[in-house]
């Protein structure tokens, strides 16, 4: 696996202040939970529209002729690559070091299928592999220091589902207490299996309760403006049970949809604009707070689309994809390569990173856990900077 290392020196006293912050683990971050926060682009996000290769500018306007993204709709990321201008936020975080982009994700013999490719994404598994947990479910357990491992906001907990993790999910925390506000703990003994697993539901919403109310003492007030869509929301809800030092690990949010098969250009525009509002926004609460060397945000998506646009000013389901890893102490750059558009099968660009080596090294690199393995023979990625 290649990595193309891009490294942009900044005088200003901001960069320097920034890069501080994730050179080594401060005092503080060391006391700190690392916390990985998994961003799913529902739907299948368009990443040849999200992230432009350069250096494949001539084929990439004759596969997209009006989808294409022109010179003022879109932002130079660095002398090879350039970003949706959506997206035009992302250059700070770029030039202080604490951006990766991971280039070709994707697997073998890619499903198409929202549903079915979602799993595997979720499951970290093989293409015709069916397992019972997700990635996480079983290494949260292992790590977490509350009785609550993961808080999922919004759609879709299966990377937690499965295993022995202790997860919530929710819409909103205020909306989460008006609901639990009555909850009890259930004192019955029972063997019945399916009642068991119905009052450790019911124990696993009290803990939640009990952990969350003991946050809200602290009475967090953000110091950073959040966009108001349900996105914005639910990211400075997060941002805020961070602040409370509740020591979660994980949580888990979704955007979308990025279905785009027609009249993409808008839409995508839009949903770009709400990523990078809400990422940056909780970069900055997390930045003023202290918390930011602690937190990683990185997303994913069920599949890519294909290099050429379809009939209806969108693009079909696709294969490999690029996508962000955001935070205090990632080792900012380029990861994998770009797929070639010129070399496609069955209209599709070839994947040349396997998406579950980005999870591994993840876990491996932000928990500590070297021993954690979803698959032979995957390439490590040096995600993080030197501790």
Do not use: C
């Not at 919004?154 to 022995?164: C, E, H, L, P, Y």
């Not at 914005?232 to 279905?259: T, W, Y």
């Not at 990173?353 to 995957?378: E, M």
């Amino acid at each position: 696996m290649q990595r193309r290392d891009f490294l942009n020196l900044s005088a200003s006293a901001a960069t320097v202040a920034i890069a501080s912050s994730f050179s080594s683990l401060s005092l503080a971050a060391a006391n700190k939970m690392p916390v990985l926060i998994l961003i799913e682009l529902n739907g299948g996000n368009d990443s040849h529209n999200t992230v432009i290769d350069l250096n494949q500018l001539g084929v990439y306007q004759q596969l997209r002729p009006q989808l294409g993204l022109a010179e003022d709709e879109r932002v130079r990321l660095d002398k090879n690559y350039a970003l949706h201008r959506s997206l035009a936020g992302f250059i700070a975080p770029w030039q202080s070091g604490e951006l990766a982009l991971v280039h070709g994700l994707g697997y073998p013999e890619a499903n198409k299928s929202h549903f079915r490719s979602i799993e595997i994404w979720d499951m970290a598994s093989a293409h015709d592999e069916y397992l019972s947990a997700g990635w996480l479910a079983n290494i949260l357990p292992k790590i977490s220091k509350s009785e609550i491992d993961a808080l999922i906001f919004g759609r879709n907990g299966s990377a937690f589902a499965g295993g022995s993790t202790s997860h919530v999910q929710l819409d909103n925390l205020q909306a989460y207490f008006n609901k639990v506000q009555g909850v009890k703990a259930s004192q019955q003994a029972t063997v019945n299996s399916a009642l068991k697993y119905l009052l450790g539901l019911n124990q696993t919403i009290v803990d939640s309760k009990t952990l969350l109310m003991r946050g809200l003492a602290k009475e967090i007030k953000l110091k950073t403006e959040f966009p108001s869509n349900v996105f914005g929301r639910q990211m400075a809800d997060i941002a805020k049970v961070i602040r409370m030092d509740l020591q979660i690990p994980a949580f888990k949010i979704a955007l979308g949809s990025f279905d785009t098969h027609k009249s993409q250009k808008g839409k995508h525009q839009q949903l770009l604009k709400q990523l990078a509002d809400g990422m940056l926004a909780l970069r900055a609460e997390l930045i003023i707070s202290g918390h930011w060397p602690s937190v990683m945000m990185m997303t994913y998506s069920e599949f890519g689309r294909r290099a050429a646009q379809n009939g209806s000013g969108g693009s079909d389901h696709g294969t490999a994809a690029s996508h962000f890893l955001l935070g205090g102490r990632v080792r900012g750059g380029h990861f994998g390569d770009y797929p070639s558009l010129s070399e496609l099968v069955d209209r599709d660009v070839m994947y040349n990173t396997d998406f579950r080596a980005v999870y591994q090294s993840v876990v491996r690199q932000w928990w500590g856990q070297p021993q954690f393995q979803l698959a032979t023979g995957l390439d490590e990625l040096k995600l993080l900077h030197s501790s």
